[in-house]
């Protein structure tokens, strides 16, 4: 027997994801400090004590951005996850890091929000309850690196070591480099973001015992798998 929602269900998801769509749509055209409990209930043709039964306070509606957002990447990594079973640890552990900097070209839009939360000094979200579901998040976004990574070291291909650490090794590393793109124009060539978070990663994983030569043969596969998912999403 099929189960569906009662219809008040059903409305309430629907409206609160009407409110996710107006709220996400001002953070991407005006900014994280443009996002304000009233902006929002206006774009969403809502009143602002209409709004508050669904989102607390401004905490939670940029939490539930964030987490909404980190879904979608999330999707994102699991499948190409599925994808790769047949390939080395190895392989996939790149495959993953390329498919994340070819994710930021084709959502810049995310991208952008992910590196705000990163590079804001400040405490974007200040509710510790509020933030809890962002970290889980984001531990749950970057889990099929972390899952490769425990794998290249099982088979040999890398050191054993912290996997989770290392995962967010390669994230700082890979965000950091993908941030620096704005700068390439006007760096005369200097700057290449592509090819500094490529030489972090292959440093990284030579760091971690993998032969120089295997990670050679990793990314020529990787790079094939990105390619070709890229030309797909086309």
């Known amino acids: 027997m099929v189960y569906s929602e009662p219809p008040q269900t059903r409305r309430r998801m629907a409206n609160a994801e009407r409110i996710l769509d107006a709220a996400t749509g001002l953070v991407l055209e005006e900014g994280l400090d443009a996002l304000s409990i009233k902006r929002v209930a206006d774009r969403a043709d809502y009143t602002a004590g209409a709004l508050y039964r669904y989102y607390a306070n401004k905490d939670a509606l940029l ?7 980190l879904g979608s990447l999330t999707a994102d990594l699991v499948e190409l996850e599925r994808s790769c079973t047949d390939e080395s640890a190895l392989m996939q ?3 993953l890091c390329l498919n994340y900097r070819s994710y930021a ?3 810049p839009n995310l991208f952008a929000l992910f590196s705000r939360l990163v590079a804001e000094p400040r405490a974007l979200i200040e509710d510790d309850a509020e933030v809890e579901p962002v970290i889980r998040g984001m531990i749950t976004a970057l889990a099929p690196v972390s899952r490769a990574l425990t794998l290249a070291a099982k088979d040999g291909e890398l050191r054993r070591g912290q996997a989770m650490g290392r995962t967010l090794h390669l994230f700082a590393a890979l965000q950091g480099a993908l941030m620096l793109r704005k700068h390439e124009t006007r ?4 700057i290449n973001a592509q090819e500094i978070s490529t030489l972090g990663l292959k440093t990284a994983l030579v760091g971690w015992g993998a032969s120089p030569e295997s990670v050679r043969r990793a990314f020529r596969r990787a790079e094939a798998t990105i ?4 030309n797909n999403h086309d």
């Open 105 to 107: 070209q084709r959502e």
């Open 63 to 69: 939490a539930a951005v964030v987490v909404r957002a």
């Open 187 to 190: 760096s005369g060539g200097i």
């Open 227 to 230: 390619d070709a998912r890229n």
């Open 93 to 95: 552990v790149i495959a």
